[in-house]
T-cell receptor, first 116, second 112 residues
Framework: NAGVIQTPRHKVTGKGQEATLWCEPI?????VFWYRQTIVQGLEFLTY????????DSGMPKERFSAQMPNQSHSTLKIQSTQPQDSAVYLC??????????????FGPGTRLLVL | GDSVTQTEGQVALSEEDFLTIHCNYSASGYPALFWYVQYPGEGPQFLFRASRDKEKGSSRGFEATYDKGTTSFHLRKASVQESDSAVYYCALGSGSFNKLTFGAGTRLAVCP
């Protein structure tokens, strides 16, 4: 049973370039979450989808960041005009999405983004 | 807003020592509480959760009890092993689908 798959595992971009990160949730999971992890800020929520619909993007930076879920088997996080401060590990998680306090998120290995 | 406080940034123990990592939370609602463990180069792994007051969660010898009165969910293990060395995160889940708010993490190092 494959877990959450994230690609690429590592990405290096130059300042000002675009970065697209991919996530494949666990089969059968209807909720997909994105988090960012840095040494300084720790683990921060970015956004999440349920049944492909965006539910809460309150953690997303207002500019340059966008997320989509075009079908139930993958989600993307796109960062336009990347800046050095965007360097972080971006984590995707999925859950059954049944609602209530029983829902548990399972994380992928993350994509380590380095902006030079 | 919601927040989670882990008192210990780092803990160093010897094998078979008793472990306690303190976790306190602040939330407007009645959250679910979680412990995750993260190994180098990997994403956080779900350890266990508790969803209501006085419920005990446990896994792999680790346990914690939800205490609504003291807003705590302290992680304990009676006898740690070198393989338990990792970073441990306490988290609370809020909203309809348990959006997670994490503590800062506690790095546990266990020496043989």
């Amino acid at each position: 049973n494959a877990g959450v798959i994230q690609t690429p595992r590592h990405k290096v971009t130059g300042k000002g370039q675009e970065a697209t990160l991919w996530c494949e949730p666990i089969s059968g999971h209807s909720a997909v979450f994105w988090y960012r992890q840095t040494i300084v800020q720790g683990l921060e929520f970015l956004t999440y989808f349920r049944n492909q619909a965006p539910i809460d993007d309150s953690g997303m930076p207002k500019e340059r960041f966008s997320a989509q879920m075009p079908n139930q088997s993958h989600s993307t996080l796109k960062i336009q005009s990347t800046q050095p401060q965007d360097s972080a590990v971006y984590l995707c998680a999925s859950s059954l999405g049944l609602g209530g306090r029983g829902d548990t998120q399972y994380f992928g290995p993350g994509t380590r983004l380095l902006v030079l | 807003g919601d927040s989670v406080t882990q008192t210990e940034g780092q803990v160093a123990l010897s094998e078979e020592d008793f472990l306690t990592i303190h976790c306190n939370y602040s939330a407007s609602g009645y959250p679910a509480l979680f412990w995750y463990v993260q190994y180098p180069g990997e994403g956080p792994q779900f350890l266990f959760r508790a969803s209501r007051d006085k419920e005990k969660g446990s896994s792999r010898g680790f346990e914690a009890t939800y205490d609504k009165g003291t807003t705590s969910f302290h992680l304990r293990k009676a006898s740690v092993q070198e393989s338990d060395s990792a970073v441990y995160y306490c988290a609370l889940g809020s909203g309809s689908f348990n959006k997670l708010t994490f503590g800062a993490g506690t790095r546990l190092a266990v020496c043989p």
